[in-house]
């Protein structure tokens, strides 16, 4: 199967993986998130989340889907409810994703064949989020347990797709890769406005490409799995 024959969901997944980045766009107010997306797309980034605590955020949805459609995937984040989640994806979100399990949200999300990365942080929100569906698991606040808390979960739940978020940085980013995570994610990560007031918003291509050039080497540092 070429990756032209895969479905939205596989493609999604698929993107997270390859790219090893998460970036989400996180705004107080209504800016221009289609110059933001496409910074982040020109840094490599094929999968982003733009979260619904974003003023005008399924507009924004819409309009970043439209303008990248098969080049990279919108994910709305922070959807809380089921009527939000099905809101997203008929304004042609193509990925939903949680701060916390939310199981109307994986089924709704799963209904329409949509991938749903869920927020969980202990070992049974962890395995209640995969019971419910999730296609990855967030974990969230990722800081509180640290790189090595993705090990401990790996030795667990060796099947599942880890994307720690919250306190990730380009110092942290590799170990955590190398503890179990599949990918990174986070906001002001991949967004800092006063970096972005400072240098402009090339700032944010940059920063999205340090990261994936820092999840590459990690994952390629990895021993090969038999």
């Known amino acids: 199967m070429s990756r032209d024959d895969l479905t939205i969901k596989e493609a999604v997944i698929h993107q997270t993986k390859a790219t090893g980045v998460l970036p989400c766009i996180k705004l107080k107010?209504?800016?221009?998130?289609?110059?933001?997306?496409?910074?982040?797309?020109?840094?490599?980034?094929?999968?982003?989340?733009?979260?619904m605590t974003t003023p005008g955020a399924l507009e924004a949805i819409e309009a970043v889907s439209s303008e990248f459609r098969g080049r990279m995937w919108v994910a709305a984040g922070t959807v809380l409810d089921a009527q939000t989640a099905r809101e997203v994806?008929?304004?042609g979100g193509s990925l939903i994703v949680n701060p916390a399990v939310i199981p109307e949200v994986i089924?709704?999300?799963?209904?329409?064949?949509?991938?749903?990365?869920?927020?969980?942080?202990?070992a049974t929100e962890v395995l209640t989020a995969m019971e419910a569906g999730a296609s990855m698991v967030k974990i969230f606040p990722a800081?509180?347990?640290?790189?090595?808390?993705?090990?401990?979960?790996?030795?667990?739940?060796?099947?599942?797709?880890?994307?720690?978020?919250?306190?990730?940085?380009?110092e942290n980013a590799a170990e955590y890769i190398r503890?179990?995570?599949?990918?990174?994610?986070?906001a002001r990560?991949?967004?800092?406005?006063?970096?972005?007031?400072?240098?402009?918003?090339?700032?944010?291509?940059?920063?999205?490409?340090?990261?994936?050039?820092?999840?590459?080497?990690?994952?390629?540092?990895?021993?090969?799995?038999?």
């Open 143 to 170: 800081q509180l347990g640290g790189p090595k808390y993705m090990t401990n979960l790996k030795m667990v739940f060796p099947q599942v797709n880890l994307i720690p978020s919250g306190g990730i940085s380009l």
């Open 29 to 51: 107010e209504k800016q221009d998130c289609l110059a933001i997306a496409k910074a982040m797309y020109d840094g490599g980034a094929r999968v982003i989340e733009i979260t």
């Open 189 to 226: 990560t991949f967004m800092d406005t006063e970096k972005v007031r400072e240098e402009g918003i090339q700032w944010i291509t940059g920063q999205v490409s340090r990261f994936i050039q820092a999840v590459l080497e990690a994952k390629q540092s990895l021993p090969e799995l038999p």
């Open 89 to 91: 994806i008929l304004h």
């Open 107 to 122: 089924q709704m999300a799963n209904r329409y064949s949509i991938p749903v990365y869920s927020g969980a942080f202990t």
């Open 179 to 186: 503890c179990g995570a599949c990918a990174v994610s986070g």
